[in-house]
């Protein structure tokens, strides 16, 4: 069964940069079939995307991100990864990583990591 | 890209049927069938329950169906269990890649 963690750090320091990793565990990234997704929720807020990466790397980002997104993939190791720079204390959030379906599921995050609470502060 | 507008909160009976509006525009719900909705408990991570406005994954009950009109997608909970309360988040494809949430509605069962 495929499952996906997130790990990194749980404190980062405003104007530093956030990084996280994602290792799926139970099938490959290098399916066709999915891209891989990042998902942030602020403490007591709704869900906004940041972006997905297929595993050749192509990227696609949050256009209210993108000049601070970076997500890339190392297939060797079944993981992918979020770079967030210059962040603030509104980046403060549960970071989840999901599968992305490309036809089934059409368009839609089918299976998701547990999530990893990132705290931007001093 | 604007979040998705979904209301605050809703609620009902058991075996009630409730129903979860998500408005957004001609650039993403209305342009395509490719809204989903997921369920979230407390301190859980999201759940998909439906996909491509109307399909359910394997193992998500029959109580639960999607449907779209316009610029506005649905989401409709039949029989109303007491498991069922959860906060819900749309969420739609919006071209060129790129993926728009909903607010998020609070389901409360009386």
């Known amino acids: 069964q495929l499952q996906l963690r997130e790990s990194g750090p749980g404190l980062v320091k405003p104007s530093e940069t956030l990084s996280l990793t994602c290792t799926v565990s139970?099938?490959?990234?290098?399916?066709?079939?999915?891209?891989w997704g990042w998902i942030r929720q602020p403490p007591g807020k709704g869900l906004e995307w940041i972006g997905s990466i297929y595993y050749s790397g192509i990227t696609y980002y949050n256009p209210s991100l993108k000049s601070r997104v970076t997500i890339s993939v190392d297939t060797s190791k079944n993981q992918f990864s979020l770079n967030l720079s210059s962040v603030t204390a509104a980046d403060t959030a549960v970071y989840y990583c999901a599968r992305l379906g490309v036809t089934s599921p059409g368009d839609a995050f089918d299976i998701w990591g547990q999530g990893t609470m990132v705290t931007v502060s001093s | 890209q604007s979040a998705l507008t979904q209301p605050a909160s809703v609620s009902g009976s058991p075996g009630q049927s409730i129903t979860i509006s998500c408005t957004g525009t001609?650039?993403?719900?209305?342009?395509?069938?490719?809204v989903s909705w997921y369920q979230q408990h407390p301190g859980k991570a999201p759940k998909l329950m439906i996909y491509e406005g109307s399909k359910r994954p394997s193992g998500v009950s029959n109580r639960f169906s999607g449907s779209r009109s316009g610029n506005t997608a649905s989401l409709t909970i039949s029989g109303l269990q007491a498991e069922d309360e959860a906060d819900y988040y749309c969420?739609?494809?919006?071209?060129?890649?790129?993926?728009?949430f909903g607010t998020g509605t609070k389901v409360t069962v009386l």
């Open positions: 139970g099938g490959s990234i290098s399916s066709s079939s999915y891209y």
């Open positions: 001609s650039s993403d719900v209305g342009s395509y069938n490719l």
């Open positions: 969420c739609s494809y919006a071209g060129s890649s790129t993926y728009v």
